[in-house]
């Protein structure tokens, strides 16, 4: 079998990655499609980016939904370098010795919100499990910059798990960020390969902890599936999401990013997901997102309108 030249380039910034056998990349069904990105808006997120040296997960991680996405002016900043210290098989960002912390990349990601005139942003990270801190001082000085460069834009995290330290938990939390995004990605039993750097309840714990900091702060996590879980193991995350108070879950299919990557078990349908869809609701999640396509940034400006909706609803309901 012959592979996409490109996508083994695309390996080669996983060298921990190297000695795996190749895994087969199957055909993806008709209903896995997506937009490419062409028109002006795009060109113009484009040179924002470019022009203020700033890294995107939409680019690191090849997210399918960026031609969409960047045509409406909408781009998830990944702060921190684009090296990861981590090696999860799923994850197409690059494994290595990431660079020192970059001083002025809070006040540029600041400027590039108030320059794109974003009303809700959303900003990732790789990990930094080589930091003290694991790079909370820096979400927390990202964060302040959007409010003074942008103080009417809604801030939505996306951070690691921090290694679990409350103490850097508490620091992001009193940030105030508007959501406060964590994903636990798979089912417990799949972490040891497909996230080996992780923990599950550390995960867990630390989206509890973020509310008995800030009950007002929305919680968020995302879940990928056609790894080989089943649906009684997704109910479960459900049921464990709940019990730690997360209000929004999103769940999209796994893609596989190159042959080195963790294949894909299963392509769910659309009637799958929408079965998923239900099932969380019937769970109590204020919001659900669960499409093939669904990513943890996907749509969320529109997803935290929604979101505000939803509980102001419930808030009267319960009055």
Not at 22 to 41: E, F, H, L, Y
Not at 124 to 139: E, Q, W, Y
Not at 171 to 192: C, G, I, Q, S, W
Not at 307 to 315: N, Q, S, V, W
Request: net charge positive; glycine share 6%; proline share 6%.
């Amino acid at each position: 079998m012959t592979y996409n030249t490109e996508l083994l380039d695309r390996a080669k910034r996983h060298p921990e990655k190297q000695k795996r056998p190749d895994r087969p990349m199957g055909k993806k069904p008709s209903w896995i499609r997506v937009k490419a990105g062409q028109g002006k808006t795009y060109k113009e997120t484009l040179d924002t980016v470019k022009q203020l040296k700033l890294t995107t997960v939409c680019e690191e991680a090849g997210c399918p939904n960026i031609g969409e996405c960047w045509d409406k002016k909408h781009a998830t900043f990944m702060i921190m370098g684009e090296v990861c210290t981590r090696a999860c098989s799923f994850c197409n960002v690059a494994t290595g010795k990431p660079n020192e912390l970059d001083k002025y990349e809070p006040l540029r990601v600041g400027v590039a919100v108030e320059k794109m005139d974003l009303k809700h942003v959303v900003v990732t990270s790789v990990d930094r499990d080589d930091l003290k801190d694991s790079g909370a001082d820096h979400f927390v000085k990202t964060i302040e910059a959007i409010r003074f460069k942008a103080p009417d834009t809604t801030i939505e995290i996306l951070p690691g798990d921090f290694r679990g330290k409350e103490g850097d938990i508490d620091a992001v939390a009193k940030a105030k960020p508007d959501v406060f995004n964590h994903n636990l990605e798979t089912v417990p039993r799949l972490y040891p390969t497909i996230r080996p750097g992780a923990r599950y309840f550390r995960s867990l714990r630390l989206l509890q902890r973020v509310k008995e900091i800030d009950p007002t702060i929305f919680t968020k996590s995302g879940l990928m599936v056609g790894l080989g879980e089943t649906r009684e193991e997704i109910s479960q995350v459900m049921d464990d999401m709940r019990a730690a108070d997360i209000d929004f879950i999103t769940i999209g299919q796994y893609l596989q990013p190159t042959p080195k990557h963790a294949a894909v078990e299963h392509f769910w349908t659309p009637e799958e997901f929408e079965g998923l869809e239900k099932l969380a609701r019937s769970k109590g999640f204020l919001m659900v997102s669960a499409t093939p396509l669904t990513r943890s940034s996907y749509h969320a400006g529109e997803d935290f309108e929604k979101l505000r909706t939803a509980r102001a609803e419930k808030l009267a309901k319960s009055a």
